[in-house]
């Protein structure tokens, strides 16, 4: 089967942001089938490009980069551009490259645009992959304020769904989404993944490490940014350096909009039990998360971000690591239902800093939980399990179901 993919953000492990198509499409390529990206440079992933259009090959996936720069920390204007560009150059691909199926996976939804053209001039079967809800989420964040883009984007929306085979969601709260307002469109939840293998396997705290200790830290990975509540975390650690509890740090791993502000903020007011790592590579990441307390998975109160399938959350259970979170969603319920993490108000650092104090004060309780989240991971989030998933969805809509 030869299979078409529209990704902005692709990456490997050796890149510091998620792998889940690199995982994925390596695993369909050993069983046989041919797989094709359509990628941009993303500044967090490990791609690199010297011409404006080049193709290579990351174990057997050919991937052909658009060398248009993605940042976080661009201007809106500046990344709506970068999107409307990529989204017209991979229209070239979608009209002349060959394929069974074609998965355009968004957000953002403008990665709709090259799926609409494979799938209504070329007649090519498209399946929608869903990472977020786009424009839903723009729209309650107040990133999308026009009456007359809103309505577009909503257009926009409806139209990318009516036009695929099949929809893909990473949560199971966005597959109950789409299929309530949506109706009629059928929808699998296939939920980001972990290299369980990888993020299991034991490794040893940093020899050079000096800032931390370990077990004597809550870990953050991702964006810094208001999407990611992380003035949350800066205020917890002020409540903890308040409460006397400076030997607990909070650390962040990454890059983002708010990274500078809260770096001199903490500087300011000498808040030294904020620690920020910058970015970095997963697989040197690894053993930051498993010698972790705990791992802190932030996002701001607001509806449409229950339905979030962030990566850090399957990469942290998968290496044994309790989780905090503060979504009112199916994440809230996976961790009740499996006893492997806490569910703390989005408002409120101060519940997140005596939290942690309570963490670091029952060890083996962590202990515990930790070795349960192991398991849950290996049973639902192991990257072969969810490509394989995926793979049969494909398989079936190349094959005429839906």
Same mark, same amino acid.
């Given at each position: 089967?030869?299979?078409?993919?529209? !990704?902005?953000?692709?990456s490997?492990?050796?890149?510091?942001?998620?792998?889940?198509?690199?995982?994925?499409?390596?695993?369909?390529?050993e069983?046989?089938?041919?797989?094709?990206?359509?990628?941009?440079?993303?500044?967090?992933?490990?791609? $690199?490009?010297e011409?404006?259009?080049?193709?290579?090959?990351?174990?057997?996936?050919?991937?052909?980069?658009?060398?248009?720069?993605?940042?976080?920390?661009?201007?809106?204007?500046?990344?709506?551009? #970068?999107?409307?560009?990529?989204?017209?150059?991979?229209?070239?691909?979608?009209?002349?490259?060959?394929?069974?199926?074609?998965?355009?996976?968004? /957000?953002?939804?403008?990665?709709?645009?090259?799926?609409?053209?494979?799938?209504? +001039?070329?007649?090519?079967?498209?399946?929608?992959?869903?990472r977020?809800?786009?424009?839903e989420?723009?729209?309650?964040? /107040?990133?999308?304020?026009?009456?007359?883009i809103? @309505?577009?984007?909503?257009?926009f929306?409806k139209?990318?769904?009516?036009?695929?085979?099949?929809?893909? *969601?990473?949560?199971?709260?966005?597959? #109950?989404?789409?299929? %309530?307002?949506?109706? /009629?469109?059928?929808?699998?939840?296939?939920?980001?993944?972990?290299?369980? =293998?990888?993020?299991?396997? @034991?490794?040893?705290?940093?020899?050079d490490?000096?800032?931390?200790? &370990?077990?004597?830290?809550?870990?953050?990975?991702?964006?810094?940014?208001?999407?990611?509540?992380?003035?949350?975390?800066?205020?917890?650690?002020?409540?903890?350096?308040?409460?006397?509890?400076n030997?607990?740090?909070?650390?962040?791993?990454? =890059?983002?909009?708010q990274?500078?502000?809260?770096?001199?903020?903490? $500087?300011?007011?000498?808040?030294?039990?904020?620690?920020?790592? /910058? +970015?970095?590579?997963?697989?040197?990441?690894?053993?930051?998360?498993?010698?972790?307390?705990?791992?802190?998975?932030? +996002? $701001?109160?607001?509806?449409?971000l229950?339905?979030?399938?962030?990566?850090?959350?399957?990469? @942290?259970?998968?290496?044994?690591?309790?989780?905090?979170?503060?979504?009112?969603?199916?994440?809230?319920?996976?961790?009740? =239902?499996?006893?492997?993490g !806490? %569910?703390?108000?989005?408002?409120?650092?101060?519940?997140?800093?005596?939290?942690?104090?309570?963490v670091?004060?029952? &060890?083996?309780?962590?202990k515990?939980?930790?070795?349960?989240?192991?398991?849950?991971?290996?049973?639902?989030?192991?990257?072969?399990? +969810?490509?394989?998933?995926?793979?049969? *969805?494909?398989?079936?809509?190349?094959?005429?179901?839906?």
């Open positions: 089967m030869r299979i078409l993919y529209f !990704y902005q953000f692709f490997t492990p050796k890149g510091s942001w998620g792998t889940r198509v690199y995982e994925f499409a390596k695993e369909w390529v069983k046989g089938h041919e797989v094709t990206v359509v990628t941009s440079v993303f500044v967090k992933s490990d791609l $690199k490009a011409k404006l259009i080049e193709t290579q090959y990351f174990d057997d996936i050919k991937v052909k980069v658009i060398n248009i720069t993605m940042d976080n920390r661009q201007s809106i204007l500046k990344r709506i551009w #970068t999107f409307m560009a990529y989204a017209f150059l991979s229209c070239w691909y979608a009209l002349t490259l060959k394929a069974d199926v074609v998965v355009a996976s968004s /957000g953002p939804i403008t990665v709709g645009l090259p799926g609409l053209v494979a799938r209504y +001039l070329r007649g090519r079967k498209l399946v929608f992959e869903v977020d809800l786009w424009p989420g723009a729209i309650e964040l /107040g990133v999308i304020k026009n009456p007359i809103k @309505s577009l984007s909503l257009w929306e139209t990318c769904y009516r036009a695929s085979e099949h929809v893909i *969601c990473l949560s199971p709260g966005m597959k #109950t989404h789409i299929e %309530t307002k949506h109706i /009629g469109v059928k929808a699998t939840s296939v939920t980001n993944a972990a290299n369980v =293998e990888l993020f299991s396997t @034991s490794q040893p705290f940093p020899k490490e000096k800032a931390l200790q &370990p077990k004597k830290y809550a870990i953050y990975t991702g964006n810094i940014g208001e999407v990611n509540n992380s003035y949350w975390l800066y205020n917890a650690a002020v409540k903890l350096k308040k409460l006397g509890r030997d607990i740090k909070i650390v962040l791993v990454g =890059e983002g909009q990274r500078i502000e809260l770096q001199e903020l903490a $500087k300011q007011n000498g808040i030294d039990n904020f620690i920020h790592k /910058g +970015l970095m590579p997963k697989e040197d990441l690894i053993p930051y998360i498993q010698h972790a307390m705990v791992s802190m998975v932030p +996002l $701001k109160g607001t509806p449409v229950d339905t979030s399938s962030p990566n850090k959350l399957f990469e @942290s259970i998968a290496a044994g690591i309790p989780v905090i979170q503060n979504t009112q969603g199916w994440i809230k319920d996976f961790l009740e =239902e499996h006893k492997i !806490y %569910t703390l108000n989005p408002n409120d650092p101060l519940q997140l800093a005596e939290k942690l104090i309570w670091d004060e029952n &060890p083996e309780e962590m515990s939980m930790g070795e349960v989240a192991a398991e849950v991971a290996k049973k639902n989030f192991d990257k072969t399990y +969810l490509a394989d998933k995926m793979l049969n *969805c494909l398989e079936s809509v190349a094959n005429g179901k839906k």
